[in-house]
């Protein structure tokens, strides 16, 4: 297969399409680590007051 | 014409991702980040770091999508006013259908994700604001009274108390004071720029007080807000977040910004003419030390508690 230049469209448009792949990785990292405190911190153990209570 | 300059016009209007980003105002989006960040951590009830990160993320991202929103409606009058002709949407970079469902979708999503990341009373108070400021000041209330100033910078006011929220899970005395304190402050802030940028609302056809009014009103109007505040500063002062450093603050700052009220109300407009509004433009630059200055004292209370310090004791 040849080896085409890239489209002119797709030259133009390069600073807009970088943008918005570094913005959906980092929301995908957001939300993954976003995942990981909240589910870490249902292991936390439970304060002493609540036990004492209990 | 050759092809080569048809060429060139359509590079210069394409829309790079800054041009997308500008529609997010990142100026008013950073007074947002920092207003809700010191809205959280002043909280007494801690928050996990990256919870609070996302929180805050989310929250400037609903501010900004607003902006999109306000940039959508207010096309026409951006493309009248000097100071917002270079917008995107006003040169002719972004069409106003991109801002709307830009808009819209960043509205949703960080409506939702702040939701999921902290709670629904964060998220509701956030849904609000977004709310308040496209739909009750940016569609009604801007062309229609001078009062527009006054009720928009509610939605400007809102930050620190969906930052607190984040926290809390709620509405409490400090955070309302928070929010009353960006509120009262908007009116003064933003009547001391119409003061020099004359003309430019009046072209628009947006009923500026000065326009409305006349500018001796709102020279009245700058020190009756300005009194205001101070008290709502230095009632903020007597809450749990406030203390000894804060109030130290407030009291020279709140003087020094009714001295400048007061100096602004006694000129007429031949005076402010005749030296460039001296006064008016060093009111509206000691705004703006004046609120981040606030804000950042109620965070160095907070960040003295751990050591036994800060606070009333």
Same mark, same amino acid.
């Given at each position: 297969?040849?080896?085409?230049?890239?489209?002119? *469209?797709?030259?133009?448009?390069? #600073?807009?399409?970088?943008?918005?792949?570094? /913005?959906?990785?980092?929301?995908?990292?957001?939300?993954?680590? *976003?995942?990981?405190?909240?589910? #870490?911190?249902?292991?936390?153990?439970?304060? /002493?007051?609540?036990?004492?209570?209990? | 014409?050759?092809?080569?300059?048809?060429?060139?016009?359509?590079?210069?209007?394409?829309?790079?991702?800054?041009?997308?980003?500008?529609?997010?105002?990142?100026?008013?989006?950073?007074?947002?980040?920092?207003?809700?960040?010191?809205?959280?951590?002043?909280?007494?009830?801690?928050?996990?770091?990256?919870?609070?990160?996302?929180?805050?993320?989310?929250?400037?991202?609903?501010?900004?999508?607003?902006?999109?929103?306000?940039?959508?409606?207010?096309?026409?009058?951006?493309?009248?006013?000097?100071?917002?002709?270079?917008?995107?949407?006003?040169?002719?970079?972004?069409?106003?259908?991109?801002?709307?469902?830009?808009?819209?979708?960043?509205?949703?999503?960080?409506?939702?994700?702040?939701?999921?990341?902290?709670?629904?009373?964060?998220?509701?108070?956030?849904?609000?604001?977004?709310?308040?400021?496209?739909?009750?000041?940016?569609?009604?209330?801007?062309?229609?009274?001078?009062?527009?100033?006054?009720?928009?910078?509610?939605?400007?006011?809102?930050?620190?108390?969906?930052?607190?929220?984040?926290?809390?899970?709620?509405?409490?005395?400090?955070?309302?004071?928070?929010?009353?304190?960006?509120?009262?402050?908007?009116?003064?802030?933003?009547?001391?720029?119409?003061?020099?940028?004359?003309?430019?609302?009046?072209?628009?056809?947006?009923?500026?007080?000065?326009?409305?009014?006349?500018?001796?009103?709102?020279?009245?109007?700058?020190?009756?807000?300005?009194?205001?505040?101070?008290?709502?500063?230095?009632?903020?002062?007597?809450?749990?977040?406030?203390?000894?450093?804060?109030?130290?603050?407030?009291?020279?700052?709140?003087?020094?910004?009714?001295?400048?009220?007061?100096?602004?109300?006694?000129?007429?407009?031949?005076?402010?003419?005749?030296?460039?509004?001296?006064?008016?433009?060093?009111?509206?630059?000691?705004?703006?030390?004046?609120?981040?200055?606030?804000?950042?004292?109620?965070?160095?209370?907070?960040?003295?508690?751990?050591?036994?310090?800060?606070?009333?004791?």
């Amino acid at each position: 297969m040849a080896i085409k230049v890239d489209h002119e *469209l797709h030259k133009r448009r390069l #600073s807009r399409n970088i943008g918005v792949g570094v /913005a959906l990785i980092l929301f995908v990292g957001l939300v993954y680590g *976003l995942t990981v405190a909240k589910v #870490s911190d249902l292991y936390k153990p439970a304060p /002493a007051t609540s036990e004492v209570s209990e | 014409m050759s092809d080569a300059s048809i060429q060139s016009t359509t590079d210069s209007r394409e829309a790079g991702f800054g041009d997308y980003f500008a529609l997010l105002k990142p100026r008013v989006m950073s007074l947002v980040v920092f207003t809700a960040l010191v809205g959280l951590l002043v909280a007494p009830v801690g928050v996990n770091p990256v919870v609070g990160l996302a929180s805050i993320l989310f929250i400037a991202v609903g501010g900004g999508a607003s902006g999109a929103l306000n940039m959508w409606w207010d096309a026409d009058i951006d493309r009248k006013m000097r100071r917002t002709q270079s917008r995107p949407i006003p040169s002719g970079k972004v069409t106003e259908g991109e801002a709307f469902a830009i808009g819209m979708a960043l509205s949703a999503m960080a409506v939702v994700m702040l939701g999921l990341a902290a709670n629904l009373m964060a998220a509701a108070l956030l849904a609000f604001t977004i709310f308040f400021y496209v739909v009750i000041y940016t569609m009604w209330l801007k062309r229609w009274t001078p009062q527009n100033i006054v009720i928009g910078g509610a939605a400007g006011a809102f930050p620190p108390m969906i930052g607190w929220a984040v926290a809390t899970g709620g509405i409490s005395i400090e955070s309302v004071l928070m929010f009353a304190l960006t509120f009262a402050w908007t009116p003064p802030h933003f009547w001391a720029l119409a003061l020099f940028t004359k003309g430019d609302y009046a072209n628009a056809g947006v009923p500026m007080l000065t326009v409305t009014h006349g500018r001796k009103a709102t020279r009245a109007h700058i020190l009756g807000y300005s009194l205001v505040l101070a008290v709502v500063a230095i009632a903020l002062g007597l809450t749990s977040i406030g203390g000894p450093v804060y109030m130290a603050v407030a009291l020279i700052l709140n003087g020094m910004f009714i001295k400048g009220a007061w100096d602004v109300f006694r000129r007429d407009d031949a005076a402010s003419d005749a030296d460039a509004h001296k006064a008016e433009r060093g009111l509206f630059k000691l705004s703006l030390a004046y609120l981040f200055l606030h804000y950042g004292a109620l965070l160095i209370e907070a960040s003295l508690k751990p050591f036994g310090l800060g606070g009333w004791g």
